[in-house]
Each structure stands twice: as C-alpha cells, then as structure tokens.
C-alpha cells in the first residue's frame, strides 16, 4: 500500500470515529485534517526526510481519536484505536511506536519536546492560537467542555484563561516561529485592551 492510498484510508476511518460525535465543536475531523495539512506544511520548510512523511501524516491525522471513548485522561487510549487498526493493515510495530511517542507529544502538560517532529505536531496542534478566527475557535472548545461535561464557564474566567494560554506557550520549530509569533502576539494584545475595558478584570 503506497503512502498516498494508506492516508487516504486513514482519513477514511478517523472520519468515521469523529464525524459522528456532535458535541465536539472544536475536537472534530476537521481540526485533525486542519492539524495534519499545517503539520505536512512545517515537514516540507524543515526539509525533513521524505521517508517520514507517512508516519508522521499518521500521527497528525488520529492524535485526536482518543476523545471517541473518553473526554479526559485519555491519551492511553490511542493505542487502543489507532494502534490496532494500524496493526489491522499489518503496518510495522516500529513505525507505530514512532506514531504513539508523537501523538502523546500534543499533551499539554508535555512542555519539552525532544526533536522536530514532537516540536511539529505541537505547533500544528495550536496553530489556532495566530489566527484571525482564534476567538470563534475558542469559543467552539469552551461550547464542547460546557456540553460534554454539563457545566457554565463564566466568560470573564474563560478569557483570562485564554490571556494565560497565549502568554504562556511558545511554538517551537523555526519556521512556526517565524510565520506566526507576530499574530499570536497581536491575538494576546487584543485579548488583554478587551479584558482592560470590560468589566471583566
């Protein structure tokens, strides 16, 4: 199976698991193909190796299937997912172990990747953050804890929140850096004169 048909059925298949799940408004299959296309972007300016492209395309495409079974504490559950369907298509148990390290890589709390491709699928993971539509991809996240998990996040404490992502995180690959640090900079300055003339402080 060549790289271009194997991906493709990939896509098929994470289709199937996010489609049919609703209350997802930001986690969707949409958001993982968005991930997946700026991650292949960020692997062509670094000047990766050509062979890594479909493990990596892997990677990007199912880091988000985890949410199929449950919301939090999740990241164990990919293997149960991607893992067994890629062991179905009898792919090598050495690419998938490749595919588990770099999908556990888009953990928030896994603050120091250790190489171009862990720093990659981070970046394409929040390259939300630069754009100009970031407040409406905010808001699709906040609507999918609220219906999830059956709560009301008070606005002022979801856009502080939102203040202190944005200072806190740091893209890491040179070319994320280069092309969106001056936008999401720009994103944090309008967050923070909206927050200063609201009764929100």
């Excluded at 199976?1 to 997802?24: D, F, G």
């Excluded at 930001?26 to 968005?34: D, I, L, P």
């Excluded at 770099?102 to 953050?129: F, G, R, S």
Aim: net charge negative; hydrophobic share 40%.
């Amino acid at each position: 199976m060549n790289n271009t048909k194997l991906i493709n059925r990939a896509k098929k298949y994470v289709n199937k698991l996010l489609v049919p799940l609703e209350e997802h408004y930001y986690h969707s299959y949409n958001h993982a193909v968005e991930v997946m296309d700026r991650a292949v972007y960020l692997w062509k300016k670094e000047w990766l190796k050509e062979e890594d492209l479909e493990i990596l395309a892997l990677a990007w495409l199912f880091h988000d299937t985890w949410f199929v079974i449950q919301y939090d504490n999740n990241e164990p559950i990919w293997a149960k997912i991607a893992s067994n369907y890629l062991k179905w298509l009898l792919y090598p148990n050495k690419k998938i172990e490749i595919i588990r390290r770099l999908i556990l890589a888009t953990d928030p709390d896994y603050k120091n990747p250790t190489d171009i491709y862990e720093k990659i699928i981070k970046d394409a993971d929040m390259d939300n953050l630069w754009r100009d539509d970031f407040l409406d991809k905010a808001n699709s996240l906040k609507k999918e804890i609220e219906v999830i998990k059956d709560i009301k996040i008070k606005d002022p404490e979801w856009n502080h929140w939102l203040v202190d992502l944005l200072k806190e995180h740091q893209y890491k690959a040179f070319t994320q850096k280069a092309e969106r640090d001056d936008k999401k900079d720009e994103n944090l300055k309008k967050m923070i004169h909206e927050l200063e003339h609201s009764d929100e402080i």
